[in-house]
């Protein structure tokens, strides 16, 4: 493997030297993220490539106007809400989720949307919200207890939907004039289930290679030299390196329940605003399992924490060093920012593993 | 949040199955994956698994630098 690696570098190193100019190749995946940044991939780069990330931890997207809707909705009924845990500690505008189950709100961390529901169903008379949230590697999940609590007639569960949807938020950015993507590496998982033919349009449109990648380094190396070689040859495509899990037409079954479930609608993206077509929304026969109509809450004024530059950071505009607030107000035992929070987030990612090292200042061209 | 890990199926019962990865068993909800068989490798999200691995594909994978050096 060693030698594997090696070679796949070299590729890498020669392609780069080839071609020349400065590169920005982004991924959109928080495990990528992490990855990249824990097995210090940016270390063995050519000057040339700059690994950069997007908008691909879930839970650092999430506008802090939702993110203070259900601190409110946790105050003001006694519903009980389940969350997967990097919820949990996004500062709102004035608490957190953590800060209010610490004043008394019911919030429970679950690993899977199925425990939510499940104690619905052993609890018919506790009302239970689960916080939808994920890309499309988590959608289907909802899709199908939605589905399944309708089938069961469960009537004390119901969702505050957040699901996004990545194609859509590649198109935003690459719309935006401030940066320069030239390959997307592609999130493995939300491929999984959506397949290689939703990207096509950023080859086609926009001559934009894009890479499915699977979270080894070596399957993120293999990638990166992928994506060079398809520039080197001036020929965008999506090519799958991930093809032991993922299919050119994904997973069509989790495709189907998604659509019998959700309509797509406009979403609004922490940092990068109103997406069109990159939320969901369920459709009218499911609308009983939608918690923001049985819970009411009243209109929210939301304010992103004052210096934080999350949103520049999850468009891939800034690093998390080029933050006045990193390290210092802002560390994961304090997080400002939703993307110092997430386990998945960057600002998490280059503060655990990369904040010591001397590319980390370094200027996005 | 999108982190998967790979299992193999050990049982089935109706929607769930048991899977086992790196020598834990739990259980798992395989509506996704309905084609799913004993002894298969899923990968698995959140309680759920939500798709097959392809064994050939993932030794073809690791042969990508083997067409490499064919190419040159």
Sequence with gaps: MKNEIETIKKSIWDSASLIGRSLNLMEVCGTHTMAI????????????????S????????TSITDIDRIIMLSRKYPAGIFTFGDMIKVPGSDSSLYLERSRGSDINICYSPKDALDFAIGNPHKEVIFIAIGFETTIPLTAVLIERARMQDIKNFSIINLHKLV???????????????DGFLSPGHVSVIIGSHPYEFICKEYGIPCVISGFEPYDIMTSIDMLLRQIKQGKPEVQIQYSSVVRESGNP??????????????????????????GLTLRKKFVNYDSSLRFPIEEI???DPAGCICGEILKGKKNPGQCRLFGKSCRPDHPVGPCMVSSEGSCAAYYRYERFKSHFVKNLP | MCLAVPARIISINKNLAIAESLGVSREVDISLVPEVKKDDYVIVHAGFAIQLVDKNEALITRGYWKDYFDEK
Aim: aromatic share 4%.
């Design chain 1, 37 to 52: 940044s824990k097995y210090g991939l940016r270390d063995i780069m050519p000057p040339n490539i700059n690994l950069i």
């Design chain 1, 301 to 303: 004024n939301s304010a």
């Design chain 1, 167 to 181: 194609p859509p938020a590649l198109k935003a950015l690459l719309e935006d004039r401030e940066i320069r993507i």
């Design chain 1, 54 to 61: 997007g908008p691909g931890c879930p839970v650092c997207v």
């Design chain 1, 253 to 278: 079954g989790a495709l189907k329940i998604i659509d019998q479930v959700f309509n797509p609608c406009d979403s609004d993206w922490r940092g990068i605003g109103c997406i069109p077509g990159s």
